[in-house]
């Protein structure tokens, strides 16, 4: 038996993440992966926390990466806090709601979804009848940035209530974090997760986590063990600090991986980042409305900037046009999934995927594909749209 | 704030693992990242599971790689397997049998333990016994290679009295895969996992892992679902195979790395490479015994050859010699712990890591060691007795 040599062609990644890995990350996976209790590891991973609180804005002491994609950050916040017989309140507006739902049902909690379609945001009324119905919740669940529709949740007053009420919000950041303002501790958040792979533009690997002090009272407070072995905090947390404690093998050269691209987002500046990405997202969106396609999202401002979701034109054959944007432009964008599948395309615009250049290629590309199929949209409507915005104040 | 550049010490890896990457390896890593949908990563997957198969010699349609490090592959055997009320024996001699039973627990299992002194075998009679007296049990779970003492179990005997009583057989293969004889089919093992970072030499990162038919039939009888969100093979397998439906993404970098790794084995043939870890080891057992060293497993046929545990001389302050290793010669070896803490050392040989030139520079860094302890072993008497054993016979 014969393997080939690994050939994976290169793509420009504007889907849903992955985004594009910025050099400088790659290389530093080429740092030797040395021994998990070896004091120069054990620094690295100190230094690591450092820098990730400060892109969660928190000062919460247990902020650490899990050892394993988003999904498994999302089964990290849910499982610790989370325990058989708890009422937890899930905000289901896209996938990842569910899925939040579906993990706190495998801990074993009831729960007691709020719903909104896919594509609006939940509102902090809906939330606050469900607190009122369920006095005893333990939690509440909700999605920063929804990944299968393009909404950006506003949370301050949801986070605001549920500290009113006793109940503890954790959140999923995985597409927001370093591309949308993200405030853990003047938001109140008590659990927030993400994923490396999005803003970040590392490989996807690890997902850095943060527990607030509400959080941390509430594991102390747990009546039996998380039911997860390998994301119980409590004894995470004696590796990662305190005794030093040998729990698992973290994954060495993801973590030089999500170090560097923590370097990179230091060296740019949190806030040139969230606004560079907001920038770009603006051009995008523009540049789409100016081909007379619709925007999913209605309201702007209720728009992520790392993912935009847009409507596929009537008579568009979309899964052909995205095969097509990838095998003749090398472009990667996501299809709709759920009730938006065939509906919509979702388009990435995060971490070093987020530049000038991409907006343009794709928005030109995109008009290739669909004069190709016979959608006459304006010729280089799209394009011009975009760049005016991008030359225009700050960009 | 400001980060340092990224610039961990390169170190000779010869601990309980990490081992040291191969360089090919670490430039797999530089493929570039793409999407978990993109044909050409699907097609990578599938590509990587067929040499996985090889290496577990198994034809186990349902061999792929877990998205996290070894314990998770732990947490993905025993979770999909187990569920609540079950009664699972778990085999105890050692720290990983520990952890199994740990996770037997969390998911609502009764756990009967069969146990041995940490450094000896488990006895086929004593499984034997406790299936005589819970015959309904679910499965029985065993290390292979136990990284906490250096004893390499016999399992071919107790998976056949497994199959005889109709209890499924879960095998942490951590350590010894690709570096001691294991066979999954000929031995009728039903759920085995390994990881990245031991005798295949690729960082940490993902875990491989089979399941067998019986095993399959298992988690298709469930109650209820696998209560991690994660690791459920009921939707992973639907990702791998099948219709290629999203479930999480993949850290793509390590299944590069997990890739070439394989390709690295296939090249040297897995018999060949099996017999390196044996020779080796051999060559080591030869020149610590030279030393007036004595092995903590006596019986050298249950000795792991990619993990030897060697005991701590009198007088001689281990934690010190440890740290004098790495930082005076730049060579990382283990602890003992449980038990075992303070009266061993661990030397791992294991993947790139196995190599004759280790095995010396490792026992004449040991000597000088020891001697600054006051420890007079003979003068050069562990490395010529090491080369006398490299030097014979097919090395």
């Not at 949308?180 to 958040?189: F, I, K, N, R, T």
């Not at 004894?235 to 370097?263: D, I, K, N, Q, V």
Request: aromatic share 6%; net charge negative; with cysteine.
């Amino acid at each position: 038996m014969e393997l080939s040599e690994l050939n994976p062609p290169p793509r420009l990644l504007l889907g849903p993440g992955p985004s594009n890995v910025h050099p400088r990350v790659y290389r530093a996976m080429l740092a030797p992966v040395i021994g998990y209790l070896d004091p120069a590891f054990l620094q690295l991973l100190s230094d690591t926390q450092v820098p990730l609180r400060a892109v969660f804005r928190t000062g919460n002491e247990l902020t650490l990466p899990i050892s394993g994609t988003g999904s498994l950050g999302m089964e990290a916040a849910i499982y610790n806090v989370v325990e058989e017989g708890d009422t937890v309140i899930v905000c289901i507006n896209g996938f990842f709601g569910s899925r939040m739902a579906d993990m706190a049902r495998r801990c074993g909690a009831r729960v007691v979804t709020v719903e909104a379609d896919w594509g609006r945001a939940i509102e902090v009324e809906q939330v606050e009848a469900a607190l009122r119905q369920h006095p005893g919740a333990k939690a509440v669940c909700i999605v920063h940035a929804e990944t299968s529709t393009g909404v950006l949740q506003p949370l301050i007053d949801i986070a605001r209530l549920c500290r009113e009420r006793g109940a503890l919000v954790i959140v999923d950041a995985v597409t927001s974090l370093s591309g949308a303002p993200l405030e853990v501790d003047a938001w109140g958040l008590d659990v927030v997760y993400s994923a490396t792979q999005k803003c970040l533009s590392a490989p996807p690997g690890m997902a850095p986590i943060t527990f607030g002090p509400r959080a941390v009272e509430a594991m102390q407070r747990r009546r039996e063990p998380c039911r997860s072995w390998y994301v119980d905090l409590t004894m995470l947390r004696e590796y990662y600090g305190g005794p030093r404690r040998y729990h698992h093998t973290p994954p060495m050269s993801m973590l030089y991986a999500l170090r560097e691209a923590l370097r990179l987002v230091l060296e740019e500046g949190l806030e040139e980042r969230i606004a560079r990405h907001r920038r770009h997202a603006s051009a995008l969106w523009a540049g789409l409305e100016a081909m007379g396609l619709r925007l999913h999202v209605e309201d702007e401002s209720l728009r992520a900037p790392p993912l935009t979701t847009v409507r596929v034109p009537e008579g568009v054959d979309e899964a052909r046009l995205r095969q097509d944007l990838l095998e003749r432009h090398g472009i990667e964008i996501g299809a709709g999934f759920g009730p938006l599948a065939g509906k919509v395309w979702r388009v990435g615009l995060m971490g070093y995927s987020s530049q000038p250049q991409n907006v343009l290629a794709l928005l030109h590309a995109l008009e290739v594909e669909l004069w190709r199929q016979g959608c006459e949209v304006p010729r280089g409507a799209g394009v011009e749209a975009a760049a005016r915005v991008l030359a225009s104040g700050d960009a």
